[in-house]
């Protein structure tokens, strides 16, 4: 089998390395839809309220037209406050993050993965023609939980109890 064009992840159990094509699917089955946003004029005090109220780790800032212009996560938000006299006029334009990593919505999850990792963030913003939802570090690992239990019930106890 050619490997170059499989995508998957690797999953280490008692000393045998699994290789799952695919295991956690699609970004579009595990992302958050639809995104929560703001437009670039919202203020600080505003945006921060939004991000509470919703429980979320970011918030996608867009155009009227959804048209994708940053992300601002709680770590801008708190940065922002440290620096800023009037949170409330404020624009939380001067402190989102401009150069946002996208991803597909049929791309498989490994991929996201890899991306968030290659880029050392926690959020993607995911994007077809407009902005469609979000993918976090949160939902792929909330995704895989179940998936590596069942794998793990499938290995047959060891003798060992180092293990336990």
């Known amino acids: 089998m ?8 690797y999953i280490l159990l008692q000393s045998s390395v ?3 094509p695919h295991i956690l699917g699609d ?4 992302m958050s839809s639809p995104v929560i946003t703001v437009s670039p004029d919202q203020s600080l005090s505003t945006t921060t309220q939004r991000l509470l109220n919703e429980e979320v780790g970011s ?3 867009t155009t009227e ?13 708190l940065e922002g406050y440290a620096r800023c006299e009037t949170p409330s006029e404020q624009p939380i334009s001067d402190m989102m993050s ?4 996208t991803i597909e919505p049929d791309r498989p999850l490994s991929t996201a993965a890899r ?5 050392g963030i926690k959020h993607l ?8 939802g979000i993918l976090t570090t949160t939902d792929i690992l909330n995704e895989l939980g179940p998936t590596t239990k069942k794998l793990i019930e499938q290995v047959p106890p060891t003798n060992n109890k180092d293990t336990d």
């Open 59 to 61: 918030i996608v800032v």
């Open 125 to 132: 913003v995911v994007v077809s023609d407009s902005v469609e």
């Open 27 to 30: 970004v579009s089955e595990v």
């Open 98 to 101: 401009t150069s946002v990593v």
């Open 115 to 119: 991306r968030l990792d290659n880029n």
């Open 2 to 9: 050619d490997s170059s064009n499989v995508s998957g992840i």
């Open 65 to 77: 037209t959804l048209e994708l212009e940053g992300i601002v996560t709680k770590a801008d938000l």
């Open 18 to 20: 699994i290789f799952m």
